[in-house]
């Protein structure tokens, strides 16, 4: 073979190789190309960023309020609270609260979020045992959590003492998921 065709030879290669590297490249562009047209960007959302981040403190707060209001009507209401009767007492209590909490969910529904509350069992059974006080000389009576409302014996009757949430909230800007317990008093 002449140096000529040799050189030819070579040319041709080299520009094969170059040619499929381009072809590389070009695919890889299109690949992001069309990655970067799935995800779009931050002109493209709407209202992400008009959503206010919800304070789980806020809804507490609520939370609590009807629950003392709860516990208020229950001491008031001419109805058996006897110990014996704390069941139908927690029933009553988480029927009062729940009305409220339904109002609150609606409210926060026209706000463009997603709130859902409900009683925590669990964090009402720790709430107990870490606060109400067991054994000899203790001024009241047994405390029993049942269905996320602590209640403790108190002269005979069902006195409900604390009431543990659990709290989700989901909107545009958020995902916050907490467990509160508030107090009667």
């Not at 409210?107 to 925590?120: I, K, N, Q, T, W």
Request: glycine share 8%; charged share 25%.
């Amino acid at each position: 073979m002449s140096d000529e065709t040799t050189l030819d030879a070579a040319r041709t290669d080299r520009a094969q190789v170059v040619l499929v590297a381009a072809a590389v490249v070009a695919v890889a562009f299109l690949t992001m190309t069309l990655a970067y047209a799935q995800l779009g960007y931050d002109g493209d959302r709407t209202g992400a960023g008009s959503v206010d981040v919800v304070a789980v403190e806020d809804v507490e707060r609520s939370l609590g309020s009807s629950f003392r209001a709860a516990v208020r009507e229950e001491a008031n209401a001419e109805r058996d609270s006897s110990w014996g009767a704390r069941d139908a007492v927690v029933q009553r209590v988480r029927d009062g609260v729940d009305a409220d909490s339904g109002r609150l969910e609606a409210v926060y529904a026209e706000g463009d979020r997603s709130l859902v509350v409900a009683f925590d069992e669990a964090a009402a059974g720790e709430w107990r045992e870490s606060n109400c006080p067991a054994g000899p000389g203790r001024a009241f009576g047994p405390c029993r959590a049942i269905d996320g409302v602590v209640v403790q014996e108190r002269v005979g009757e069902t006195t409900p003492i604390a009431a543990a949430f659990r709290i989700r909230v989901v909107s545009p800007a958020e995902s916050t998921t907490a467990t509160v317990v508030v107090s009667a008093v």
